[in-house]
């Protein structure tokens, strides 16, 4: 009876060891890009927390997922399942009419959206692959997060702010808004330029791509939606 509790705890154990091990292997990239970019080698620092960053990514994918990240992962495999074959989603096109346009870009949203919201993450993240101050900071980001997701999941931690005890919940909230204005000031210019830019193209291939086969978008009574 003793041995099963060890068992049982091994998962948790080598996850915890895996999350560590990533968070030092980021944090040392990190470091190491920040001293290539002091002496001016900004092909280094990419290529450096490039790879650091694909690393990490491997190593979390086989480390057991937070438990206050499981209605996420949940939620964006359910999602991601929605996406329509990418040959669906680049033929047929064609130049509609006047009138058809708005109604091939709603269609197009409604069908392919899971599409979509791929390729604009696809997009952004090569975006900030190319710029190393993005890249740079992007990095730290992931490093504190991995860090945090960890302790966060500790019953025995319980920070407090004046005297004010900060759930699990309540420190994820804080956590997203500090990275949320440091992504804005630092990268803020990139995901900016990238958006406006992806939408551009988004409603053009709604506008050209022909999606009448898949019928008009329904409501949830099964009605079509009114354009």
């Not at 080698?41 to 694909?54: F, V």
């Not at 190593?59 to 209605?71: E, F, G, K, N």
């Not at 000031?185 to 330029?193: A, E, K, L």
Request: aromatic share 8%.
């Amino acid at each position: 009876l003793d041995e099963e509790p060890e068992a049982a705890g091994a998962p948790g154990a080598g996850a915890g060891a895996g999350a560590k091990a990533a968070a030092a292997a980021a944090a040392a990239a990190t470091s190491a890009a920040a001293s290539a970019l002091m002496g001016g080698k900004l092909t280094d620092a990419q290529s450096i927390i490039g790879n650091a960053l694909g690393t990490a990514m491997g190593t979390m994918a086989t480390v057991a997922v937070p438990t206050s990240l499981q209605p996420v992962k949940e939620r964006a495999g359910l999602f991601l399942s929605k996406a329509r074959p990418w040959r669906n989603f680049l033929c047929p096109l064609s130049v509609p009419s006047a009138n058809e346009g708005c109604s091939r870009i709603t269609a197009n949203v409604y069908h392919f959206q899971a599409n979509y919201a791929i390729l604009f993450v696809a997009t952004l993240v090569l975006t900030i692959l190319l710029q190393p101050s993005a890249l740079f900071c992007i990095g730290l980001t992931v490093v504190a997060w991995m860090l945090f997701l960890k302790k966060n999941d500790d019953p025995d931690w319980k920070p407090a702010i004046g005297g004010v005890e900060l759930g699990p919940m309540q420190r994820w909230l804080a956590l997203a808004c500090v990275t949320a204005l440091l992504l804005l000031f630092f990268v803020g210019g990139t995901i900016f330029n990238t958006t406006l830019l992806y939408m551009l193209c988004a409603a053009i291939h709604g506008v050209v791509h022909d999606a009448s086969s898949y019928g008009p978008p329904a409501t949830g009574d099964g009605l079509p939606v009114p354009l």
